[in-house]
Antibody, heavy 118, light 108 residues
């Protein structure tokens, strides 16, 4: 059974940093591209960032480019999101996601909540 | 590419047929279009990928169709557990990934 467990969320002041982690199990982690998708309170889904299996290809949404850094450790079956210069509009539930066929998002974690507020 | 879902809210009764639309501002190549279901307090669940391929374990009352700029998710006979929010998602263009704004399917 595929399991994705996010951690690292919390309350942080604007301008500060936070690092999210995602522990993956139940599948061959280094066979798959991984992504972060977020959902603001009461809002829709927003793709944030993605990384290929080898870390050779990394992409970001314009809204986070230059502030967020995605990375992975295949030896630890883990995905990370370093979030710097956080803003109030970064407040959201952050999901760790496995990319599936036809560039869909097949498996989702339960999310970790990030709240940016003074 | 911007995805626009319609209607924003659809009110139907169990047993009825639901048709949800997703229109793209530009043609989506490769049929890189997926559909998700999200219930309150839960993560989204992938239903359809490649515009029309159903994920293993998804009931066959769910079907996807379309190409280019117009895509449809159809639920042939609504069950009580189908009332949720549905999102379409594309790959390609700039930004490389994007979601529609969501469509709420509610019980009439």
């Amino acid at each position: 059974e595929v399991q994705l467990v996010e951690s690292g969320g919390g309350l942080v002041q604007p301008g500060r940093s936070l690092r999210l982690s995602c522990a993956a199990s139940g599948f061959t982690f280094d066979d798959y591209a991984m992504h972060w998708v977020r959902q603001g309170p009461g809002k829709g889904l927003e793709w944030v960032s993605g990384i290929s299996w080898s870390s050779g290809d990394i992409i970001y949404a314009d809204s986070v480019k230059g502030r967020f850094t995605i990375s992975r450790d295949n030896a630890r079956n883990s995905l990370y999101l370093q979030m710097d210069s956080l803003r109030a509009d970064d407040t959201a539930l952050y999901y760790c996601v496995v990319r599936g066929n036809y560039y869909s998002f097949h498996y989702w974690g339960q999310g970790t909540l990030v709240t940016v507020s003074s | 590419i911007v995805l626009t879902q319609s209607p924003g809210t659809l009110s139907l009764s169990p047993g009825e047929r639901a048709t949800l639309s997703c229109r793209a501002s530009q043609s989506i190549s490769g049929n890189y279009l997926a559909w998700y279901q999200q219930k309150p307090g839960q993560a989204p669940r992938l239903l359809i990928y490649g515009a029309s391929s159903r994920v293993t374990g998804i009931p066959d009352r769910f079907s996807g169709s379309g190409s280019g700029t117009d895509f449809t998710l159809t639920i042939s006979r609504l069950e009580p557990e189908d009332f949720a929010v549905y999102y379409c998602q594309h790959y390609g263009g700039s930004p490389p990934y994007g979601f529609g704004q969501g469509a709420k399917l509610e019980i009439k």
